[in-house]
């Protein structure tokens, strides 16, 4: 029942925030359009909101699942008319705030005590308000500045009914359109669930940000600032506060003299680092999350906040990823054909020839053009558009990472629109598949497994003398199965004998029995041949078995 209301008021606010408008007709067959023509809701008055306020004020009454998803539309400009960009921005730190009573409440629920006691100062008007916490500014009795950031009320309930919608929804889908188990949809919804639970938890999102901060200790690419454990909880997370732009203040930015082509180039360097050389990346990086170093304009640094959102790959899916992007960097279609059949992204028996045309149909028309117009979006689009006919299957795994490459890129070009993704990543995967394939990265493994091979070593002459005995053990029983199996062919054949030797003796003492009564109608049975002899014969064949 609360499934169903949860659908039902998704759908009235879709209708009272005239959200069909915003369906691009020219784009859909003839029927959609009448039928969006012939739309109930086409009598509803648009009012006096714009298009792009009128989806932030929809996808904020919504709920945190949608406003998350507004959150990664808004970084990509290239995919959205500016003016509804521009609204969605708004999404990332401005959903409105929750009562100041209500955040203290919570906070001193959470730590035991009074805010008066646990901090000097703190500042009653939320300094940030998003889909899932609101943060305030705060001081502890140290003298040290933090910000506090606070769950809001009531939000895991929500959450957990859009999360069942979802899965009703991808149920749906699979129920009505069953072409689309390649694409896995309950699948992704629970990695997603997953991800948005672990972000409902303060004290995973601190350890999560503790990670973060050692793999980019002393780093000139990405600053994160330090937890105060002490004062963190499931619901209560205190932060050192950190002052930096908000990288969406693009004027700002470039009034305080930053090198905007060496900013956007250095997010590009810090996605990859955390995918490929920690296996661990930020994957909420919209550009409420993100904040710049200004001190040194030359040489900025980013700066990231709330990581409760993280993600990570299996060493295969690592592999496979670089190797497909590298291959594509070099339109080497047949290579990347090969990787996904080898990994088993597409279907069996899928042919490499035929998968790598289909592949350069999509790609070329778009490595046609200057390299700053190639989206990573459009060619994600165009591959997914492709994959159908060769039952390409999405990875679940790898659904979190394609959504995080999409906003670097979209952040990225919002920085400096002349950004080149492809030829800024192409280095660095090169230098990576370098580093654990070639002969360094096998010396460096060789280097790091060395302390286990000495380990074991004086173990080896025990290892190669069990190994014999388990050798001579299974010789043994090798030849055990063997005697066995022969004793059991000899049995059955003696078995085979005495059968057959029951089966004449029986038949000898019935002819016999048969004569001696019937001894009129086997004339041939008289003389010497009396029923007695057959009995006496047949007796002697089965005693003797």
């Known amino acids: ?97 929750f009562s100041a009573a209500l955040a203290k409440a919570t906070i001193e629920k959470s730590l035991g005590m009074s805010v008066a006691e646990a901090f000097a100062e703190f500042g009653s008007e939320a300094l940030a308000s998003a889909s899932v916490a609101q943060v305030h500014t705060a001081q502890l009795h140290t003298g040290e500045e933090v910000v506090v950031k606070v769950i809001r009320p009531g939000i895991h309930k929500v959450i957990r009914k859009d999360i069942q919608l979802l899965y009703m929804l991808a149920r749906l889908v699979l129920w009505l359109v069953p072409d689309a188990r390649r694409l896995h949809p309950v699948e992704v919804v629970a990695d997603y669930e997953i991800s948005l639970m672990d972000e409902l938890d303060m004290q995973k999102e601190a350890a999560n940000t503790s990670q973060l901060k050692r793999n980019f200790l002393n780093s000139h690419l990405l600053y994160v600032p330090a937890i105060h454990w002490s004062f963190t909880r499931r619901n209560v997370m205190v932060q050192e506060r950190i002052y930096g732009v908000p990288v969406a203040e693009v004027d ?10 060496k900013l956007a180039e250095r997010g590009v ?72 059949i080898e990994s088993g992204w597409v279907g069996e028996g899928t042919r490499a020839n035929e998968f790598a045309a289909a592949i350069r149909a999509v790609c070329e028309p778009i490595f046609e053009k200057p390299l700053k117009d190639i989206s990573f979006g459009q060619v994600l689009l165009g591959l997914f558009q492709t994959a159908r006919r060769f039952n390409m299957e999405v990875q679940p795994q790898l659904v979190l990472l394609q959504k995080t490459l999409l906003n670097i890129e979209g952040l990225g070009r919002q920085l400096y629109p002349d950004l080149d993704l492809w030829t800024t990543a192409k280095p660095f995967l090169e230098n990576w598949m370098k580093q654990r394939v070639g002969p360094r990265g096998i010396l460096l493994k060789a280097k790091e497994k060395l302390p286990d091979w000495l380990e074991q070593v004086p173990e080896l002459p025990q290892l190669a003398h069990e190994s014999l005995s388990q050798l001579r053990n299974w010789q043994e029983d090798q030849r055990e ?35 001696g009564v019937g001894e009129i109608l086997l004339p041939l049975l008289d003389g010497e041949w009396q029923p007695w002899v057959l009995v006496a014969a047949g007796a002697l064949v089965l005693l003797r078995r």
């Not at 369906?23 to 029927?31: G, Q, S, Y």
């Not at 929809?58 to 960009?85: C, H, N, W, Y």
């Not at 700002?252 to 082509?261: D, S």
């Not at 199965?481 to 057959?500: C, P, V, Y």
Request: proline share 5%.
């Open 1 to 97: 029942m609360g499934r169903l209301y949860r659908a039902f008021k998704i759908s009235w606010i879709i209708v009272r925030y005239r959200l069909d408008i915003l369906i691009p007709l020219d784009k859909l067959p003839a029927f959609l359009v009448l039928l969006l023509k012939l739309n109930p809701a086409r009598l509803f008055p648009l009012g006096q909101h714009s298009r792009g306020e009128r989806l932030r004020l929809s996808l904020e009454e919504l709920g945190p699942i949608f406003v998350k998803f507004g959150q990664m539309l808004s970084t990509r400009r290239d995919l959205l008319p500016g003016d509804v960009a521009d609204e969605l921005k708004r999404l990332q730190d401005q959903v409105p705030p």
């Open 481 to 515: 199965q063997r005697r066995i199996l022969a004793d059991i062919r000899q049995e059955m054949a003696r078995s085979r004998r005495r059968t057959g030797q029951f089966a004449v003796g029986l038949l000898l003492l019935a002819l016999g029995l048969i004569s």
């Open 252 to 261: 700002t930015l470039m009034q305080q003299g930053v090198n905007m082509k």
């Open 269 to 340: 360097e810090i996605f990859f680092t955390q995918v490929f050389r920690d296996n661990f990346f930020h994957a909420d990086m919209h550009p409420g999350n993100i904040f710049v170093d200004t001190a040194k304009p030359e040489s900025p640094r980013y700066i990231a906040i709330d990581c409760g959102i993280v993600g990570s790959l299996s060493i295969e899916d690592q592999n496979y990823l670089a190797r497909n992007l590298l291959a594509f960097f070099k339109q080497d279609y047949y290579e990347v054909a090969r990787l996904h």
